[in-house]
């Protein structure tokens, strides 16, 4: 596609770079998407002599054209940025001033979550999980999934720029630590256990090794046991999990012998719980196996797939033990 690219940009950057009426701002989303995807396609040689003014448009873009929270050319400004970002790798490190503020923005943006006088207008954004004994909410709702987009892209910039994400470590550590237990949403939560790993390891690079990334490492992990002993979904246990393994497997032995025994006691404690849930499940399916309508099948299926979550948050328990017998064995 390389031959055609050139056309593309000057039939598309004319388009892109106008304000446009709200019933055309996704027509210029699909353009944005269709430039960028294209730049992906090509490689990075034939990108790069056209990068600059691109750049140029779609910063036009973020920082004047922008309306409210619905409108659909911010989805797809964010996502040519994480596009762009994974094709350029290091050498998207020179737009990162003009973008982070607004990602730190989108990130600790706080969602409203009041509702009117009746309270039914807020109904429509929570969804409901039970599970054995307990019941998960969850807000589902155009600024928490902005949100979660912004804490996203972050991680992608910091995976791919690795040491060159020096200038953002502090603020992104501040930010993703006062998430990690944010109660509204749990794909959130699992996203900032997910991502502060990957912070970690690029710490490690910025630090000039394990003692300069010690300090960050020591927080994280104290974060992540704070947040799993308050958890209360399957799914965001098995990330947070997870987020401990995987932090362990950056920094190798860096745990005291009172954190290990911490650490080991919430583990036994998520089994033991997990287990309980799924005699929940077992017990609820053998007392109804005989029902046959509609309702009884759902809920059996419904418990089946619970203790196969149960199950996958087991299995993370277990390779965060191994972890543990790797790095901590005089313990």
Known sequence: FSPYFETCVNQLLPVISQEVPKEFRKFKGQAIEGLTIAGVCIGIENFRPFAEQIFKVL??????????????????????WQRLAMLMEKEFASIMPEIMPELFNMASLTPSTGSGESGEDILKYLSETETGEKTTLSIESGEIEEKNIGIQMIAVFIDELKELYAPYVEKTSELFLSLLTFRYNT????????????????????????????PFAQKYIEALFSALKGEDDTTVMQHQVSGVKRCIDVMGEFLNEEQVNQMCNIFFDCISKSDHRKDINYKYNEENEQGDDEVDKQNRMFMEEENEIEDDLQLTLSEAFGALFKTCLLY
């Open 187 to 214: 794909s959130i939560r699992s996203s900032i256990a997910d991502s502060l790993p990957t912070m970690l390891s690029a710490i490690k690079e910025c630090e000039q090794g394990i003692e300069g990334a010690l």
């Open 59 to 80: 910063l036009l873009v973020q920082k004047e054209h922008l309306g409210d929270l619905d409108d659909p050319q911010r989805r797809y400004i964010l996502s040519a």
